[in-house]
T-cell receptor, first 113, second 114 residues
């Protein structure tokens, strides 16, 4: 069965520092991959997605992610953290032939002033 | 274009009661998925509806059910509520429900079971 693993339930960075949130998927066929962000008391919002067009995907708010098939990874990065980036981030995967998306457990990002 | 709306936003029920939650997708979207979000289990897929038919179902007991209407609005029902059903229930809509589509989430319904 497909699964998504996010390393680190909590990540803390200083404002202006690099943000790196890790995501690994397990699937024999590379899936479609997504990063969503959730702010308190809100639903999830798409940051970016990988659909096999390009391995480096740029999203909103300065985030980007690189698909690495050899490492089955799709890590999310942002060069310089901003206080407004504090939120919970979810990596997700979906395959053709299925109609459900599998979400990782989430990583809560804290940004220190 | 209006986003996904969910009603009610907050709900308090007691054990043994039943509850119905509503989700209105983005206009033109035909697929609606439901998720349960809890601190311990994270986001868990409940079911997905497309054109009034349930296409996929997660691993939840039969107390959890849903339906979709001809206007794509969806409801989910939980019968005989248990304390463990306390959660944020999210619905998401897409155009066709194909795996590469972005899911657009509503703000959720927070259910507290006492």
């Amino acid at each position: 069965a497909q699964s998504v693993t996010q390393l680190g339930s909590h990540v803390s960075v200083s404002e202006g520092a690099l943000v790196l949130l890790r995501c690994n998927y397990s699937s024999s066929v590379p899936p479609y991959l997504f990063w969503y962000v959730q702010y308190p008391n809100q639903g999830l919002q798409l940051l970016l997605k990988y659909t096999s067009a390009a391995t480096l995907v740029k999203g909103i708010n300065g985030f980007e992610a690189e698909f690495k098939k050899s490492e089955t990874s799709f890590h999310l990065t942002k060069p310089s953290a901003h206080m407004s980036d504090a939120a919970e981030y979810f990596c997700a995967a979906a395959n053709t032939g299925g109609f459900k998306t599998i979400f990782g457990a989430g990583t809560r990002l804290f940004v220190k002033a | 274009k209006a986003g996904v709306t969910q009603t009610p936003r907050y709900l308090i029920k007691t054990r043994g009661q039943q509850v119905t939650l509503s989700c209105s997708p983005i206009s033109g979207h035909r697929s609606v998925s439901w998720y349960q979000q809890t601190p311990g289990q994270g986001l868990q897929f409940l079911f997905e509806y497309f054109s009034e038919t349930q296409r996929n179902k997660g691993n939840f007991p039969g107390r959890f059910s849903g339906r979709q209407f001809s206007n794509s609005r969806s409801e989910m029902n939980v019968s005989t509520l248990e304390l463990g059903d306390s959660a944020l229930y999210l619905c998401a809509s897409t155009g066709e429900g194909s795996p590469q589509e972005t899911q657009y989430f509503g703000p959720g319904t927070r259910l507290l079971v006492l």
